[in-house]
């Protein structure tokens, strides 16, 4: 954890776990005054089962951990290789077995405790060593990249967007892929949720990388791309879209 106005190196967080420490902190999300870290390698009745970590921020600026979250049901592999949070609200990914990956969706109540919300499960084309996914919260939306996905060619990549009903419910509502979609595009790779706006990173292996933009149609109509944003670099495999950033009107690619 670093200062923000000095650059200045505050606190470190740790694992307590004295073994699987492989991988802590693989994914790390911040909301306001809370935190939570990805340990998808922690050891769980013998395997990878993994864990993710919520921490809070002190008064002085310290970080305690506060809640641990596990899946209800022991089994999973790999949970906490990805994670997102906003207020009250934290998603977890964990990597299954034949190329199923389940996004877990936690509730914090009014009394602190962290409870199981939802199960979101897809069937992906993530290769065993390469989980890669990406996650993006954002009030009652949740976006969710697959870069390594194949829909129309060998991981081109698709991203998926899940909204919260007003029963608290989770559902599938859109799904997103590239407008030139080419072997191992990646798309998906980076996601960004704002109050407007939806951005995927496609970074590419053959092209110089892009950043979708969506918007949805005026009247809440569906999702629609408005900008592409292509890499000034003119040559391929240079990563455009790998990591995106937003804060206010500025993104950072």
């Avoid at 292996?205 to 918007?215: I, K, Y």
Wanted: glycine share 14%; aromatic share 8%; with cysteine.
């Amino acid at each position: 954890h670093f200062d923000p106005s000095n650059g200045l190196h505050v606190s470190t967080l740790q694992s307590d776990a004295e073994t699987g420490e492989f991988c802590f902190a693989e994914s790390v999300a911040i909301s306001g005054s809370l935190a939570l870290v990805g340990h998808p390698h922690k050891a769980t009745a013998g395997t990878s089962g993994g864990a993710a970590y919520v921490y809070a921020r002190d008064p002085e600026g310290g970080w305690t951990k506060s809640a641990e979250l596990v899946p209800e049901l022991a089994g999973e592999h790999r949970f906490g290789v990805c994670v997102a949070l906003d207020g009250n609200v934290a998603a977890v990914a964990a990597k299954g077995e034949q190329g199923i990956f389940t996004v877990y969706v936690f509730q914090r109540d009014q009394n602190g405790n962290w409870r199981e919300a939802a199960k979101l499960e897809r069937t992906s084309s993530v290769s065993p060593g390469n989980p890669r996914l990406c996650l993006a919260l954002r009030g009652s939306r949740l976006l969710v990249g697959d870069p390594n996905r194949c829909v129309r060619h060998e991981m081109d990549g698709a991203a998926v967007l899940y909204e919260r009903d007003g029963s608290g419910n989770w559902q599938q509502t859109a799904e997103f892929t590239s407008t030139n979609p080419t072997p191992h595009g990646y798309f998906g790779w980076a996601v960004v949720l704002t109050d407007k706006e939806i951005l995927i990173g496609e970074p590419g292996l053959r092209h110089p990388g892009a950043v979708h933009v969506l918007r949805p149609k005026a009247g809440g109509g569906p999702w629609r791309l408005v900008q592409r944003l292509a890499s000034p670099h003119r040559y391929s495999g240079k990563g455009c879209g790998r990591s995106l950033g937003v804060a206010g009107d500025r993104l950072a690619v």
